[in-house]
Nanobody, 133 residues
Framework: QRHLVESGGGEVQPGGSLRLSCAGSGFILDYYAIGWFRQAPGKEREGVACISAGDDRANYADSVMGRFTISRDSPKNTVVLEMHSLKPEDTANYYC??????????????????????????WGQGTQVTVSS
């Protein structure tokens, strides 16, 4: 059974940095596209970043382009989201997810509200990021 666990959230001041991790168990993350999503209270879920299987190509939401970096730590079976120049509007609960489709790219992942809704999907429990002065 596929499991994902996020960690690394916390509270930082505007302009600060955080490093989120998404650790997998029960499957090898390298074979799957992994997306990071966030949801703030009263707002819809937003796709933040995605890393493709195979070529590790990264896609980012416009709102985080140039500030966030997604990467793999393969020996740890983990996907990392480095977040810099954080803003109050980045405050949200951050989740990682996969739809369980081996070898897929990130094309359309961030924009698809139904991503990772199938039977082979996995979502983590989320980690809270709060950006406040």
């Amino acid at each position: 059974q596929r499991h994902l666990v996020e960690s690394g959230g916390g509270e930082v001041q505007p302009g600060g940095s955080l490093r989120l991790s998404c650790a997998g168990s029960g499957f090898i993350l390298d074979y799957y596209a992994i997306g990071w999503f966030r949801q703030a209270p009263g707002k819809e879920r937003e796709g933040v970043a995605c890393i493709s299987a195979g070529d590790d190509r990264a896609n980012y939401a416009d709102s985080v382009m140039g500030r966030f970096t997604i990467s793999r730590d393969s020996p740890k079976n983990t996907v990392v989201l480095e977040m810099h120049s954080l803003k109050p509007e980045d405050t949200a609960n951050y989740y990682c997810a996969t739809d369980g489709s081996s070898g897929r790219s990130c094309t359309g992942v961030l924009e698809n509200p139904d991503f990772a809704s199938g039977e082979f999907s996995a979502w983590g429990q989320g980690t809270q990021v709060t950006v406040s002065s």
